[in-house]
C-alpha cells in the first residue's frame, strides 16, 4: 500500500499514478483507506525491484514524500462454509472461527551457485522454510539447486541475501508451484492500545512471536521519543506476543551543573 505522509497529498498522489500507468501498464492499483494513514492506493507491482523503482519515481518525478507497507502475497482463504477468498490484505483476513483453511502461495525455486557457497545458499533457503527437491552438479564447480519455497519468504530481502551468500555469482530463477494450506494468523501491531491496521501482516502462528519482537524493536528504534510513554505491542487477537517501550523525555537536571561536585549532580539525579 502506498499513502502520502501529508493529508492533502491522496490527490496527487492518484494523478502521478494515473501519469505511470501510461507508461508502466504493469502497476495495478485501487483505493484503499487506513484508519493510521489515511486515504492511499492498494497497489501490485511485478516485484520489488519493480516496486523500489515506482517508488523512485513518485518521489524523484513528482515530489511525493511516502508511506510503503509491508509487501503481501495473496492467500486463499476457504471458510467454513466451503467459500473460496483471495485475500491480498490483511485487514480482508476473517476471524478465525470462520476459517477452516488458509493457501499461501509456493514457487519453484532455482539457483545456481558455484560450489564453494552451498553450504550458505542451503542455510538460507532451509531459514525461509524451503523445502528440497534436487541437487545437481552442472560442472564441477557450479551446482543447482531445486527447492519449494513459499512466496512471501522471497518478498523481503531474499535476492539481496542469496547475492551476498554467492558473492554476486548466484543466479535465481523461479516458477509458480501451488497453494498450501498451512497455519496463519494476523499479526497487529497496537502503539498505546490502538491498532495501527497499516502494520497489521499475515505470518504463520509458529513465527509470530519471533516477527513481532522483531517489528516491535524497529518501531521503537523508528518512533521518536514524545512527552509521554508510548507502547509498542505485536498481538494475535488478543493476546500479546511481543512489547516494547518509547522512553518519554526527562528533563535535562544537569544541564546548569558543569563543575565537578560529583554529590552535587547525585542529589539532583536523586530528586
Wanted: with cysteine; hydrophobic share 40%.
Amino acid at each position: 500500500s502506498l499513502y502520502s505522509t501529508e493529508p492533502e497529498g491522496f490527490v496527487g498522489l492518484r494523478e502521478a499514478l494515473d501519469r505511470l500507468r501510461l507508461s508502466d501498464p504493469a502497476i495495478v492499483s485501487q483505493p484503499e483507506q487506513s484508519a493510521a494513514l489515511g486515504f492511499g492506493f492498494r497497489c501490485g507491482f511485478l516485484g520489488v525491484l519493480h516496486m523500489e523503482i515506482v517508488r523512485e519515481r513518485l518521489e524523484r518525478e513528482y515530489e511525493l514524500e511516502l508511506v510503503l507497507t509491508t509487501p503481501q502475497v495473496e492467500y486463499q482463504v476457504v471458510t467454513r462454509d466451503a467459500q473460496i477468498l483471495f485475500v491480498d490484505s490483511p485487514v480482508s483476513l476473517p476471524d478465525s472461527p470462520q476459517i477452516d483453511e488458509v493457501r499461501e502461495p509456493w514457487m519453484v525455486v532455482t539457483v545456481v551457485t558455484p560450489d564453494e557457497h552451498i553450504g550458505a545458499v542451503i542455510e538460507l533457503l532451509q531459514n525461509r522454510r524451503g523445502e528440497h527437491r534436487r541437487l545437481e552438479y552442472l560442472e564441477p564447480t557450479r551446482v543447482l539447486l531445486e527447492y519449494d519455497l513459499p512466496l512471501g519468504e522471497m518478498l523481503t530481502e531474499f535476492f539481496d541475501t542469496l547475492k551476498s551468500a554467492t558473492r554476486g555469482y548466484g543466479s535465481l530463477d523461479y516458477a509458480f508451484g501451488e497453494y498450501r494450506a498451512g497455519d496463519f494468523v494476523r499479526l497487529d501491531i497496537r502503539l498505546n492500545g490502538q491498532m495501527v491496521d497499516a502494520l497489521s501482516t499475515i505470518v504463520p502462528r509458529d513465527r509470530s512471536a519471533d516477527i513481532g519482537r522483531n517489528l516491535a524493536l524497529r518501531l521503537k528504534r523508528e518512533i521518536p521519543r514524545q512527552q509521554y510513554e508510548v507502547a509498542v505491542q505485536a498481538a494475535v487477537g488478543s493476546r500479546v506476543v511481543a512489547r516494547e517501550t518509547v522512553r518519554p523525555l526527562r528533563k535535562d537536571v544537569l544541564a546548569k551543573c558543569y563543575g565537578r561536585d560529583v554529590t552535587r549532580k547525585r542529589k539532583l539525579l536523586e530528586a
